[in-house]
């Protein structure tokens, strides 16, 4: 039922402001609730507003949870929005369908109770949660990650909580799957003059807004950032004194003391601090690994000190994409030892095929890589992984090959190269398959994938333990 606008006010005027203005719609709906914006709520109005003129057309809202963006973003802003763009389209996105569908029943619930005061109203037969118009032309539609856009066209995109859980947060593929969908589906909606805004607790350093960040840094759109911590750090946006609560009338210090010792200092950091720091592995201490952007010219040795200095170590899976959920990889590592004795890994394969597919790619990469690396496949227990380790070593005839069978478990194999790495002795060459592996590296043992951690460690090994050359092998670079 619409209410009567003088009744919602302390004072019993009329306010028409309430369609002009984002602040004064917030504390008309506020005060028949007995509330009103604290101060981080009128910094978020004040942007959004600037998002509704056309003065921001990117905005990150970046704030620890329970800080009631959503109800200012995802509720009360967009059903405003309507009162100075009627012809527009929204479309809302949120982690699943259901908790889009939750904003969309709030916000047409509230237009729907002050359609009077607001100038439209809903159309009768188009008011469902997920998706609902007005009669003045205006569209919402709301979506969770992954679904269907075909045939919509948004002029303002709203993405709220887009990540479910730490558990997604920390999976690369669910990163991938976000990301993916936002810039192929989600973005590419946009009309011209589209304005996007993502509200959103930090979860991790490569989740969705910490990716669009990066990007701005690489010539990417630039966002207006509104960064609001739980605790005040240096150069807050409010001005708060250092360590003071974002929210104290419903979280004081005191709580939020409470809550970090709860959570532990990783997820304080993500959640309640707006900064994810990097996931130091428990094995493998990536942060100690470096990047670089190519090998010194003066180092065309293939062999050092009498040993092999260039191995490709393969990984094996025979499992296609196609047969199951999420197979494992098959991974083809290229792992050197510089004249310094400095190991680094220079390329990286990474695949899903068939048994006959996978063969077929180990034998292109061997002719590209030449002969003077060396190859270590492994050999599984059983007739049907010796019968394929003979296959590949005829198939590969001319090369120097070692199978080898696994022996200890996958932690045991990856200590070596591990204290390698700790040592900063282990560095990378600058590759777009970076990202995966040092994620694969930061999870290890306990991530989902080990296919590029067991093929490290046998190049490692083979570098290592392989016997004395017989000769010194050297060829330039360019003949390699």
């Given at each position: 039922?619409?209410?009567?606008?003088?009744?919602?006010?302390?004072?019993?005027?009329?306010?028409?402001?309430?369609?002009?203005?984002?602040?004064?719609?917030?504390?008309?709906?506020l005060a028949a609730q007995g509330l009103q914006p604290s101060e981080?709520?009128?910094?978020?109005?004040?942007?959004?507003?600037?998002?509704?003129?056309?003065?921001?057309?990117?905005?990150?809202?970046?704030?620890?949870?329970?800080?009631?963006?959503?109800?200012?973003?995802?509720?009360?802003?967009?059903?405003?929005?309507?009162?100075?763009?009627?012809?527009?389209?929204?479309?809302?996105?949120?982690?699943?369908?259901?908790?889009?569908?939750?904003?969309?029943?709030?916000?047409?619930?509230?237009?729907?109770?002050?359609?009077?005061?607001?100038?439209?109203?809903?159309?009768?037969?188009?008011?469902?949660?997920?998706?609902?118009?007005?009669?003045?032309?205006?569209?919402?539609?709301?979506?969770?990650?992954?679904?269907?856009?075909?045939?919509?066209?948004?002029?303002?995109?709203?993405?709220?909580?887009?990540?479910?859980?730490?558990?997604?947060?920390?999976?690369?593929?669910?990163?991938?799957?976000?990301?993916?969908?936002?810039?192929?589906?989600?973005?590419?909606?946009?009309?011209?003059?589209?304005?996007?805004?993502?509200?959103?607790?930090?979860?991790?350093?490569?989740?969705?807004?910490?990716?669009?960040?990066?990007?701005?840094?690489?010539?990417g759109d630039t966002w207006d950032c509104l960064r609001l911590p739980?605790?005040?750090?240096?150069?807050?946006?409010?001005?708060?004194?250092?360590?003071?609560?974002?929210?104290?009338?419903?979280?004081?210090?005191?709580?939020?003391?409470?809550?970090?010792?709860?959570?532990?200092?990783?997820?304080?950091?993500?959640?309640?601090?707006?900064?994810?720091?990097?996931?130091?592995?428990?094995?493998?201490?990536?942060?100690?690994?470096?990047?670089?952007?190519?090998?010194?010219?003066?180092?065309?040795?293939?062999?050092?000190?009498?040993?092999?200095?260039?191995?490709?170590?393969?990984?094996?899976?025979?499992?296609?994409?196609?047969?199951?959920?999420?197979?494992?990889?098959?991974?083809?590592?290229?792992?050197?030892?510089?004249?310094?004795?400095?190991?680094?890994?220079?390329?990286?394969?990474?695949?899903?095929?068939?048994?006959?597919?996978?063969?077929?790619?180990?034998?292109?990469?061997?002719?590209?890589?030449?002969?003077?690396?060396?190859?270590?496949?492994?050999?599984?227990?059983?007739?049907?992984?010796?019968?394929?380790?003979?296959?590949?070593?005829?198939?590969?005839?001319?090369?120097?090959?070692?199978?080898?069978?696994?022996?200890?478990?996958?932690?045991?194999?990856?200590?070596?190269?591990?204290?390698?790495?700790?040592?900063?002795?282990?560095?990378?060459?600058?590759?777009?398959?970076?990202?995966?592996?040092?994620?694969?590296?930061?999870?290890?043992?306990?991530?989902?994938?080990?296919?590029?951690?067991?093929?490290?460690?046998?190049?490692?090994?083979?570098?290592?333990?392989?016997?004395?050359?017989?000769?010194?092998?050297?060829?330039?670079?360019?003949?390699?």
């Amino acid at each position: 039922m619409e209410r009567e606008q003088e009744a919602l006010w302390p004072d019993g005027t009329a306010h028409q402001s309430i369609r002009t203005q984002l602040l004064d719609w917030a504390r008309f709906v506020l005060a028949a609730q007995g509330l009103q914006p604290s101060e981080h709520h009128l910094l978020m109005i004040a942007k959004l507003a600037l998002v509704a003129s056309g003065t921001i057309d990117r905005l990150m809202l970046l704030m620890p949870p329970g800080a009631a963006k959503s109800t200012y973003a995802s509720v009360l802003f967009p059903v405003w929005w309507f009162t100075r763009h009627p012809k527009s389209t929204i479309v809302a996105a949120a982690h699943t369908a259901r908790l889009a569908a939750h904003f969309g029943r709030r916000a047409r619930n509230l237009a729907a109770e002050y359609s009077a005061q607001l100038g439209y109203r809903l159309v009768r037969d188009e008011r469902a949660a997920a998706g609902w118009s007005t009669d003045q032309g205006g569209s919402y539609y709301a979506t969770g990650i992954g679904g269907t856009l075909i045939g919509r066209r948004a002029d303002l995109v709203l993405v709220d909580d887009p990540v479910k859980s730490q558990r997604q947060a920390y999976s690369f593929a669910a990163r991938e799957h976000i990301w993916d969908w936002f810039r192929s589906d989600l973005a590419s909606r946009l009309k011209p003059g589209g304005r996007i805004v993502l509200i959103m607790t930090r979860w991790h350093q490569d989740d969705l807004g910490g990716r669009l960040l990066a990007e701005q840094l690489a010539g990417g759109d630039t966002w207006d950032c509104l960064r609001l911590p739980a605790l005040a750090e240096e150069e807050d946006p409010l001005g708060r004194p250092r360590g003071a609560p974002l929210w104290p009338e419903w979280e004081d210090a005191a709580a939020l003391a409470r809550k970090r010792a709860t959570v532990g200092e990783r997820v304080w950091a993500a959640l309640y601090q707006q900064s994810p720091r990097p996931l130091e592995g428990l094995l493998f201490k990536t942060q100690a690994i470096a990047t670089i952007a190519g090998l010194p010219e003066s180092d065309d040795t293939n062999v050092v000190v009498g040993r092999p200095a260039v191995v490709r170590a393969w990984d094996l899976a025979a499992t296609s994409e196609a047969e199951r959920n999420d197979p494992d990889w098959t991974v083809g590592l290229r792992l050197r030892r510089d004249a310094s004795g400095r190991f680094v890994v220079e390329d990286i394969i990474r695949f899903r095929s068939d048994p006959d597919q996978m063969e077929a790619t180990i034998l292109a990469t061997a002719r590209a890589d030449g002969r003077c690396v060396s190859i270590a496949i492994p050999q599984d227990p059983g007739q049907a992984g010796k019968y394929q380790a003979r296959q590949l070593v005829r198939q590969l005839a001319g090369y120097h090959i070692i199978a080898t069978r696994e022996s200890g478990s996958k932690v045991t194999r990856a200590l070596p190269v591990a204290s390698q790495v700790a040592a900063t002795n282990l560095v990378i060459l600058d590759a777009p398959w970076n990202r995966a592996f040092l994620e694969e590296l930061r999870d290890f043992p306990y991530g989902s994938k080990d296919d590029q951690v067991d093929a490290l460690a046998r190049a490692f090994a083979h570098l290592v333990e392989a016997p004395p050359s017989s000769r010194r092998i050297m060829l330039p670079l360019m003949q390699r």
